[in-house]
């Protein structure tokens, strides 16, 4: 069974520049999250999807970072324009919720994101 | 609200077992899970309590309490492999996870 893909795996660019993150859950997968992991700390939640629909986007900068999961299987994130404090990996994880199932995320190798 | 406590470093020698504890305020609550996570590389599973007690698998054993807000994760016969980060993350409704800011455990020789 082929895990969570993501690309880029790095990524440098300038601050007030832009950047798009790609991900592609395991199948059959309903729910897809994209989480911040700054170095040294524990996985940030920015969003969550449940098919197309978005479940939390709480902690999602909204004014400057954006994500989107057309047709319910891939997803982009995006961040525009980019911050010093952006610097960090971008993780994907999606999970699968059946009976009996615990709901364990499975990550991709995540995107790490330098902004100078 | 959802708050998540775990220590930030944790050294033990190889052959000896350490406890990582974690305590969570989490709203909803309804299961914890332990993540590994080597340098540079992603989270991944290692144990899953929804019920008060003890789950053992192998080396790696975790303890949930429901009612102190409290778990920890065993690890016995440390090997040197063993030396990553260690992330407790409590769920809640929605299957949302809430991830601590992780222990790193270094293992000496």
């Known amino acids: 069974e082929a895990g969570v893909a993501q690309s880029p795996r790095y990524k440098i660019i300038e601050k007030r520049q832009s950047v798009a993150f790609w991900c592609n859950p395991i199948?059959?997968?309903?729910?897809l999250y994209w989480y911040q992991q700054i170095l040294g700390q524990g996985p940030k939640l920015l969003i969550q999807?449940?098919?197309?629909?978005?479940?939390?986007d709480s902690q999602l900068p909204k004014d400057r970072f954006s994500a989107e999961r057309l047709k319910g299987v891939d997803s982009t994130l995006k961040i525009q324009p980019a911050k010093l404090e952006d610097s960090a990996v971008y993780l994907c994880?999606?999970?699968?919720?059946?009976?009996?199932?615990?709901?364990?995320?499975?990550f991709g190798e995540g995107s790490r994101l330098t902004v100078l | 609200g959802q708050n998540i406590d775990q220590p930030t470093e944790m050294t033990a020698t190889e052959g000896a077992i350490v406890q990582i504890n974690c305590t969570y305020q989490?709203?909803?609550?309804?299961?914890l899970f332990w993540y590994q996570q080597h340098a540079g590389e992603a989270p991944t599973f290692l144990s899953y309590?929804?019920?008060?007690g003890l789950e053992e698998k192998g080396r790696f054993s975790s303890f949930l309490s429901r009612s102190k807000g409290y778990s920890y994760l065993l690890l016995k016969e440390l090997q040197m492999k063993d030396s990553a980060s260690y992330l407790c993350?409590?769920?809640?409704?929605?299957?949302?996870?809430?991830f601590g800011g992780g222990t790193r455990v270094l293992v000496k020789p």
């Open positions: 993350a409590a769920k809640a409704a929605g299957n949302k996870l809430t």
């Open positions: 999807f449940q098919n197309n629909g978005v479940v939390d």
């Open positions: 309590n929804v019920l008060d």
């Open positions: 199948s059959g997968h309903a729910t």
């Open positions: 994880a999606s999970s699968f919720l059946g009976l009996a199932a615990t709901g364990e995320l499975f």
């Open positions: 989490t709203s909803g609550f309804n299961g």
